[in-house]
Protein backbone atom coordinates (compact mmCIF):
# COMPACT_ATOMS: atom_id res chain seq x y z
CA UNK A 1 0.00 0.00 0.00
CA UNK A 2 1.36 4.08 -0.34
CA UNK A 3 0.79 5.82 1.97
CA UNK A 4 -2.74 8.10 2.51
CA UNK A 5 -2.17 11.78 1.96
CA UNK A 6 -3.67 13.42 4.37
CA UNK A 7 -2.07 16.77 4.03
CA UNK A 8 1.13 17.83 2.08
CA UNK A 9 3.94 15.35 4.06
CA UNK A 10 1.46 13.78 6.03
CA UNK A 11 0.35 10.45 5.77
CA UNK A 12 -2.11 7.58 7.45
CA UNK A 13 -0.49 4.69 7.54
CA UNK A 14 -2.43 2.47 9.94
CA UNK A 15 -4.51 -0.90 9.88
CA UNK A 16 -8.54 -1.19 9.94
CA UNK A 17 -8.97 -4.20 11.52
CA UNK A 18 -12.20 -5.41 10.25
CA UNK A 19 -12.67 -8.73 12.39
CA UNK A 20 -11.91 -7.68 15.89
CA UNK A 21 -15.21 -8.73 17.67
CA UNK A 22 -13.98 -7.61 21.24
CA UNK A 23 -11.46 -4.58 23.08
CA UNK A 24 -9.76 -5.76 26.29
CA UNK A 25 -11.41 -9.07 25.88
CA UNK A 26 -14.68 -7.29 27.26
CA UNK A 27 -16.44 -5.17 25.38
CA UNK A 28 -18.08 -6.18 21.85
CA UNK A 29 -16.65 -4.29 18.44
CA UNK A 30 -19.85 -4.45 16.36
CA UNK A 31 -18.20 -2.33 13.83
CA UNK A 32 -14.68 -4.00 14.34
CA UNK A 33 -11.33 -0.76 15.30
CA UNK A 34 -8.59 0.63 13.76
CA UNK A 35 -5.02 1.09 14.85
CA UNK A 36 -3.97 4.30 13.50
CA UNK A 37 -0.40 5.30 12.67
CA UNK A 38 0.58 8.88 10.92
CA UNK A 39 4.19 9.85 8.95
CA UNK A 40 5.18 12.91 8.66
CA UNK A 41 8.11 14.09 6.50
CA UNK A 42 9.57 17.28 7.41
CA UNK A 43 12.02 19.24 5.23
CA UNK A 44 15.10 17.72 7.81
CA UNK A 45 13.78 14.83 10.04
CA UNK A 46 10.74 12.07 9.80
CA UNK A 47 8.36 10.98 12.43
CA UNK A 48 5.66 8.12 12.49
CA UNK A 49 3.28 8.78 14.79
CA UNK A 50 2.25 5.96 16.67
CA UNK A 51 2.40 2.71 15.61
CA UNK A 52 -0.19 -0.48 15.19
CA UNK A 53 -1.49 -3.48 17.02
CA UNK A 54 1.44 -6.21 16.45
CA UNK A 55 -1.20 -8.25 14.76
CA UNK A 56 -1.24 -5.43 12.37
CA UNK A 57 2.49 -4.80 11.54
CA UNK A 58 2.19 -5.94 8.02
CA UNK A 59 0.54 -3.39 6.98
CA UNK A 60 1.70 -0.95 8.39
CA UNK A 61 5.46 -1.93 6.85
CA UNK A 62 3.64 -2.17 3.41
CA UNK A 63 3.37 1.58 3.60
CA UNK A 64 6.62 2.12 5.10
CA UNK A 65 7.91 -0.06 2.29
CA UNK A 66 9.64 2.99 0.33
CA UNK A 67 10.43 4.82 3.59
CA UNK A 68 14.50 4.48 3.96
CA UNK A 69 14.84 6.31 7.38
CA UNK A 70 12.94 7.27 10.14
CA UNK A 71 14.23 9.78 13.12
CA UNK A 72 11.46 9.59 15.44
CA UNK A 73 8.81 7.28 16.76
CA UNK A 74 5.93 9.42 18.70
CA UNK A 75 4.76 6.93 21.45
CA UNK A 76 1.49 8.63 22.78
CA UNK A 77 0.35 5.62 24.91
CA UNK A 78 2.40 2.38 26.19
CA UNK A 79 -1.03 -0.14 25.57
CA UNK A 80 0.11 -2.41 22.60
CA UNK A 81 -2.55 -1.34 20.67
CA UNK A 82 -0.31 1.18 19.49
CA UNK A 83 2.88 0.94 20.50
CA UNK A 84 3.31 -2.58 19.55
CA UNK A 85 4.83 -2.48 16.57
CA UNK A 86 7.77 -0.18 18.06
CA UNK A 87 10.20 -2.97 18.53
CA UNK A 88 9.58 -4.10 14.96
CA UNK A 89 10.28 -0.49 13.37
CA UNK A 90 13.12 0.64 16.11
CA UNK A 91 14.80 -2.75 14.28
CA UNK A 92 13.78 -1.63 10.60
CA UNK A 93 15.23 1.75 11.56
CA UNK A 94 18.34 1.19 13.70
CA UNK A 95 18.63 5.20 14.28
CA UNK A 96 14.74 5.83 15.15
CA UNK A 97 14.35 7.02 18.52
CA UNK A 98 10.97 6.76 20.32
CA UNK A 99 9.75 10.38 21.42
CA UNK A 100 8.01 10.08 24.66
CA UNK A 101 7.49 11.17 28.09
CA UNK A 102 9.29 9.79 31.11
CA UNK A 103 6.20 7.76 32.58
CA UNK A 104 5.40 6.53 29.01
CA UNK A 105 9.63 5.54 28.74
CA UNK A 106 9.34 3.30 31.63
CA UNK A 107 5.85 1.77 30.71
CA UNK A 108 7.23 1.00 27.31
CA UNK A 109 10.24 -0.28 28.66
CA UNK A 110 8.25 -2.77 31.12
CA UNK A 111 6.06 -4.12 28.09
CA UNK A 112 8.04 -3.80 25.29
CA UNK A 113 11.66 -4.24 26.16
CA UNK A 114 12.86 -1.45 24.47
CA UNK A 115 16.51 -0.21 25.75
CA UNK A 116 17.11 2.95 27.10
CA UNK A 117 18.97 4.05 24.45
CA UNK A 118 16.82 4.10 22.19
CA UNK A 119 14.50 6.93 23.66
CA UNK A 120 13.98 10.43 23.85
CA UNK A 121 11.79 11.96 26.59
CA UNK A 122 10.25 15.33 26.34
CA UNK A 123 8.62 17.59 28.74
CA UNK A 124 4.86 18.86 28.95
CA UNK A 125 4.55 21.76 25.88
CA UNK A 126 7.75 21.00 24.96
CA UNK A 127 8.64 21.12 20.88
CA UNK A 128 10.35 19.29 17.95
CA UNK A 129 11.35 20.47 14.96
CA UNK A 130 11.45 18.35 11.87
CA UNK A 131 12.77 21.38 10.06
CA UNK A 132 9.76 22.70 8.00
CA UNK A 133 7.27 21.41 10.55
CA UNK A 134 6.93 21.27 14.44
CA UNK A 135 5.02 19.05 16.87
CA UNK A 136 4.34 20.31 20.50
CA UNK A 137 3.86 17.88 22.85
CA UNK A 138 1.11 17.92 25.50
CA UNK A 139 0.53 15.52 28.16
CA UNK A 140 -3.12 14.39 28.80
CA UNK A 141 -2.59 11.77 31.73
CA UNK A 142 -5.44 9.26 31.90
CA UNK A 143 -6.41 8.57 28.30
CA UNK A 144 -6.20 6.20 29.11
CA UNK A 145 -2.85 5.03 30.68
CA UNK A 146 -0.96 8.13 33.23
CA UNK A 147 1.45 8.62 30.61
CA UNK A 148 -0.73 9.49 27.46
CA UNK A 149 -0.26 12.91 25.99
CA UNK A 150 -1.65 14.44 22.28
CA UNK A 151 0.45 15.70 19.64
CA UNK A 152 -0.37 19.34 17.76
CA UNK A 153 1.48 19.56 14.59
CA UNK A 154 1.61 23.47 14.48
CA UNK A 155 1.80 24.58 10.86
CA UNK A 156 -0.26 21.75 9.51
CA UNK A 157 -2.98 22.47 12.65
CA UNK A 158 -3.32 18.82 13.41
CA UNK A 159 -3.85 17.47 16.75
CA UNK A 160 -2.70 13.62 16.80
CA UNK A 161 -4.55 12.39 20.04
CA UNK A 162 -4.41 8.92 20.00
CA UNK A 163 -6.84 7.46 22.45
CA UNK A 164 -8.23 10.29 23.13
CA UNK A 165 -11.33 10.92 20.45
CA UNK A 166 -11.02 7.48 19.28
CA UNK A 167 -13.92 5.53 17.79
CA UNK A 168 -14.02 1.48 17.38
CA UNK A 169 -14.83 2.12 14.02
CA UNK A 170 -12.94 0.23 11.14
CA UNK A 171 -13.87 2.03 7.47
CA UNK A 172 -11.50 2.46 4.17
CA UNK A 173 -12.33 6.19 4.75
CA UNK A 174 -10.30 8.49 6.11
CA UNK A 175 -12.15 10.65 7.23
CA UNK A 176 -15.58 11.18 9.21
CA UNK A 177 -18.14 10.55 6.49
CA UNK A 178 -21.58 10.46 8.79
CA UNK A 179 -20.91 11.56 12.12
CA UNK A 180 -24.11 9.77 13.10
CA UNK A 181 -22.40 6.27 12.63
CA UNK A 182 -19.00 7.90 14.33
CA UNK A 183 -21.03 9.51 17.37
CA UNK A 184 -21.96 6.16 18.50
CA UNK A 185 -18.79 4.12 17.83
CA UNK A 186 -16.69 6.86 20.01
CA UNK A 187 -19.20 7.08 22.48
CA UNK A 188 -18.53 3.00 22.83
CA UNK A 189 -15.05 4.00 23.00
CA UNK A 190 -15.75 6.35 25.66
CA UNK A 191 -17.96 4.33 27.80
CA UNK A 192 -15.61 1.52 27.84
CA UNK A 193 -12.29 3.38 28.08
CA UNK A 194 -12.24 7.10 29.06
CA UNK A 195 -15.27 7.55 31.34
CA UNK A 196 -13.31 6.15 34.24
CA UNK A 197 -11.25 9.42 33.95
CA UNK A 198 -13.94 12.18 33.58
CA UNK A 199 -13.11 14.94 35.82
CA UNK A 200 -9.20 14.60 34.30
CA UNK A 201 -10.46 14.64 30.68
CA UNK A 202 -12.27 18.14 31.92
CA UNK A 203 -9.15 19.30 32.73
CA UNK A 204 -6.97 17.81 29.48
CA UNK A 205 -9.88 19.33 27.56
CA UNK A 206 -8.72 22.77 29.16
CA UNK A 207 -5.30 22.06 27.98
CA UNK A 208 -6.10 21.78 24.30
CA UNK A 209 -8.86 24.20 24.29
CA UNK A 210 -7.05 27.00 22.60
CA UNK A 211 -5.24 25.11 20.09
CA UNK A 212 -6.34 26.29 16.50
CA UNK A 213 -7.25 22.21 15.22
CA UNK A 214 -8.22 21.56 11.78
CA UNK A 215 -7.83 18.07 12.11
CA UNK A 216 -8.09 15.64 14.93
CA UNK A 217 -6.64 12.58 13.64
CA UNK A 218 -7.10 9.77 16.58
CA UNK A 219 -5.59 6.85 16.60
CA UNK A 220 -8.86 4.40 16.67
CA UNK A 221 -11.59 5.24 13.91
CA UNK A 222 -11.30 8.07 11.42
CA UNK A 223 -10.10 11.52 11.21
CA UNK A 224 -12.44 14.53 12.23
CA UNK A 225 -12.53 17.42 9.69
CA UNK A 226 -15.04 18.71 11.62
CA UNK A 227 -12.88 18.82 15.13
CA UNK A 228 -16.02 20.44 17.09
CA UNK A 229 -18.52 17.47 16.54
CA UNK A 230 -16.54 15.87 18.82
CA UNK A 231 -15.24 17.89 21.28
CA UNK A 232 -18.68 18.94 21.69
CA UNK A 233 -19.39 15.11 22.13
CA UNK A 234 -17.16 15.05 24.80
CA UNK A 235 -18.01 18.29 26.27
CA UNK A 236 -21.80 16.39 27.08
CA UNK A 237 -20.39 13.10 27.80
CA UNK A 238 -18.25 14.68 30.48
CA UNK A 239 -20.09 16.77 32.42
CA UNK A 240 -21.51 16.47 35.41
CA UNK A 241 -24.87 17.18 34.51
CA UNK A 242 -26.74 13.45 34.33
CA UNK A 243 -30.16 12.91 31.59
CA UNK A 244 -33.27 12.11 32.59
CA UNK A 245 -32.78 8.36 31.91
CA UNK A 246 -32.95 5.20 33.87
CA UNK A 247 -31.05 2.22 33.47
CA UNK A 248 -32.11 -0.81 33.94
CA UNK A 249 -29.87 -3.66 33.68
CA UNK A 250 -31.74 -6.88 34.74
CA UNK A 251 -31.97 -10.80 34.53
CA UNK A 252 -34.48 -13.05 35.72
CA UNK A 253 -35.01 -16.60 36.03
CA UNK A 254 -38.68 -17.74 36.45
CA UNK A 255 -40.05 -14.29 35.48
CA UNK A 256 -41.16 -12.73 38.63
CA UNK A 257 -38.20 -10.25 38.55
CA UNK A 258 -39.14 -9.82 34.81
CA UNK A 259 -42.53 -8.74 36.15
CA UNK A 260 -41.31 -6.10 38.57
CA UNK A 261 -39.11 -4.89 35.51
CA UNK A 262 -41.86 -4.01 33.15
CA UNK A 263 -44.13 -2.85 35.80
CA UNK A 264 -41.72 -0.34 36.84
CA UNK A 265 -40.80 0.59 32.96
CA UNK A 266 -44.40 1.23 32.88
CA UNK A 267 -44.69 3.41 35.80
CA UNK A 268 -41.75 5.74 34.92
CA UNK A 269 -42.20 5.72 31.11
CA UNK A 270 -45.90 7.41 32.60
CA UNK A 271 -44.43 10.32 34.94
CA UNK A 272 -42.35 11.35 31.76
CA UNK A 273 -39.09 9.45 33.05
CA UNK A 274 -36.66 7.59 29.58
CA UNK A 275 -35.98 4.14 30.66
CA UNK A 276 -32.81 1.90 28.86
CA UNK A 277 -33.35 -1.83 29.68
CA UNK A 278 -31.10 -4.31 29.12
CA UNK A 279 -31.71 -8.17 29.48
CA UNK A 280 -28.14 -9.29 30.76
CA UNK A 281 -29.03 -12.53 29.40
CA UNK A 282 -28.27 -11.78 25.93
CA UNK A 283 -27.33 -7.63 26.64
CA UNK A 284 -24.46 -6.30 25.02
CA UNK A 285 -22.40 -4.74 27.68
CA UNK A 286 -21.22 -1.94 25.39
CA UNK A 287 -24.77 -0.60 24.85
CA UNK A 288 -25.01 -0.81 28.61
CA UNK A 289 -21.94 1.08 29.20
CA UNK A 290 -23.12 3.89 26.64
CA UNK A 291 -26.41 4.23 28.73
CA UNK A 292 -24.57 4.61 31.65
CA UNK A 293 -22.41 8.04 30.19
CA UNK A 294 -25.41 9.88 30.10
CA UNK A 295 -28.11 8.21 33.07
CA UNK A 296 -29.37 10.16 36.60
CA UNK A 297 -30.52 6.61 37.60
CA UNK A 298 -29.28 2.69 37.65
CA UNK A 299 -32.02 -0.04 39.35
CA UNK A 300 -30.46 -3.36 39.20
CA UNK A 301 -32.90 -6.10 38.83
CA UNK A 302 -32.36 -9.71 39.73
CA UNK A 303 -34.02 -12.62 41.68
CA UNK A 304 -31.52 -13.75 44.54
CA UNK A 305 -29.46 -16.81 43.77
CA UNK A 306 -27.59 -18.91 46.80
CA UNK A 307 -28.05 -16.55 48.86
CA UNK A 308 -26.66 -13.10 46.64
CA UNK A 309 -27.46 -11.35 43.05
CA UNK A 310 -27.71 -13.07 40.51
CA UNK A 311 -23.45 -13.28 38.69
CA UNK A 312 -24.82 -11.51 36.06
CA UNK A 313 -26.54 -8.38 38.21
CA UNK A 314 -23.41 -8.72 40.20
CA UNK A 315 -20.94 -8.33 37.05
CA UNK A 316 -22.93 -5.68 35.42
CA UNK A 317 -23.07 -3.48 39.29
CA UNK A 318 -18.87 -4.34 39.33
CA UNK A 319 -18.54 -2.75 36.04
CA UNK A 320 -20.97 0.22 36.57
CA UNK A 321 -18.80 0.59 39.59
CA UNK A 322 -15.34 0.38 37.78
CA UNK A 323 -16.74 2.59 34.77
CA UNK A 324 -17.77 5.40 37.58
CA UNK A 325 -20.71 7.45 35.59
CA UNK A 326 -22.22 10.37 36.41
CA UNK A 327 -25.18 8.38 38.03
CA UNK A 328 -26.80 10.25 41.05
CA UNK A 329 -29.17 7.57 42.14
CA UNK A 330 -29.17 3.68 42.46
CA UNK A 331 -32.05 1.35 43.50
CA UNK A 332 -32.55 -2.84 43.24
CA UNK A 333 -35.36 -4.64 42.44
CA UNK A 334 -36.16 -8.17 42.21
CA UNK A 335 -37.41 -11.27 43.47
CA UNK A 336 -36.11 -13.90 46.28
CA UNK A 337 -37.31 -17.35 47.64
CA UNK A 338 -36.24 -17.66 51.59
CA UNK A 339 -33.66 -15.09 52.38
CA UNK A 340 -30.54 -14.08 51.40
CA UNK A 341 -27.29 -10.88 51.07
CA UNK A 342 -28.68 -9.59 48.02
CA UNK A 343 -28.60 -5.52 48.56
CA UNK A 344 -25.43 -6.35 50.86
CA UNK A 345 -23.41 -7.57 48.49
CA UNK A 346 -24.43 -4.95 45.79
CA UNK A 347 -24.03 -2.21 47.80
CA UNK A 348 -20.66 -3.47 48.37
CA UNK A 349 -19.99 -3.69 44.51
CA UNK A 350 -20.60 0.37 44.26
CA UNK A 351 -18.11 1.94 46.28
CA UNK A 352 -16.82 3.98 43.74
CA UNK A 353 -19.78 6.15 42.96
CA UNK A 354 -21.49 9.06 44.75
CA UNK A 355 -24.85 7.82 44.68
CA UNK A 356 -28.18 8.19 46.79
CA UNK A 357 -29.48 4.36 47.23
CA UNK A 358 -33.55 4.82 46.60
CA UNK A 359 -35.33 2.57 48.84
CA UNK A 360 -34.60 -1.32 46.79
CA UNK A 361 -37.94 -3.24 46.42
CA UNK A 362 -37.11 -6.77 46.70
CA UNK A 363 -39.96 -9.53 47.27
CA UNK A 364 -40.79 -12.48 48.09
CA UNK A 365 -41.78 -14.95 45.61
CA UNK A 366 -43.96 -13.70 42.73
CA UNK A 367 -44.99 -9.71 43.22
CA UNK A 368 -48.60 -9.09 44.60
CA UNK A 369 -50.58 -5.98 45.12
CA UNK A 370 -48.56 -4.20 48.33
CA UNK A 371 -45.21 -5.08 46.19
CA UNK A 372 -46.56 -3.29 43.06
CA UNK A 373 -47.49 -0.15 45.51
CA UNK A 374 -43.59 -0.39 46.38
CA UNK A 375 -42.82 -0.16 42.48
CA UNK A 376 -45.36 2.88 42.56
CA UNK A 377 -43.51 3.96 45.41
CA UNK A 378 -40.06 4.11 43.40
CA UNK A 379 -40.92 5.18 40.09
CA UNK A 380 -42.65 8.06 42.24
CA UNK A 381 -39.09 8.72 43.66
CA UNK A 382 -37.10 8.28 40.95
CA UNK A 383 -39.44 10.75 38.98
CA UNK A 384 -39.45 13.22 41.77
CA UNK A 385 -35.56 13.24 42.30
CA UNK A 386 -35.36 13.72 38.63
CA UNK A 387 -37.16 16.85 38.80
CA UNK A 388 -35.25 18.00 41.62
CA UNK A 389 -32.47 17.78 39.54
CA UNK A 390 -34.65 19.84 36.89
CA UNK A 391 -34.30 16.95 34.11
CA UNK A 392 -38.36 15.97 33.95
CA UNK A 393 -40.82 18.45 33.80
FE1 LIG B 1 -6.05 2.20 22.08
FE2 LIG B 1 -5.46 2.48 25.46
O1 LIG B 1 -5.22 1.84 23.73
Redesign the pocket.
Known amino acids: MKPRKIKEKIYYVGAPDWNRTLFDALIPLPDGTSYNAYLILGSEKTALIDTVDPSKKDVLFSYLADIVHIDYVISH?A?Q??SGSIPYVLEKYPSAKVVTNPKGKELLKSHLHIPDERFITVNDGEELSLGDKTLKFIYTPWV??PETMVTYLVEDKILFTC?LF?SHYATSSLYVEDEKIVYEAAKRYYAE?MMPFRSIIQKNLEKIKDLDIELIAP??GPIYNNPNFIINAYKDWISDEPKNIVVLPYISMHDSTKIMVDYLVDRLIEKGVNVEVFDLAVADIGKIAMALVDAATIVIGTPTVLAGPHPKALYVTYLANVLKPKARFVSVIGSYGWGGRTLEILKSNLTNLSVEIINPVLVKGLPEKEDFRLLDELAESVYSKHKDLGIVS
Open positions: HEDHHWDGISH
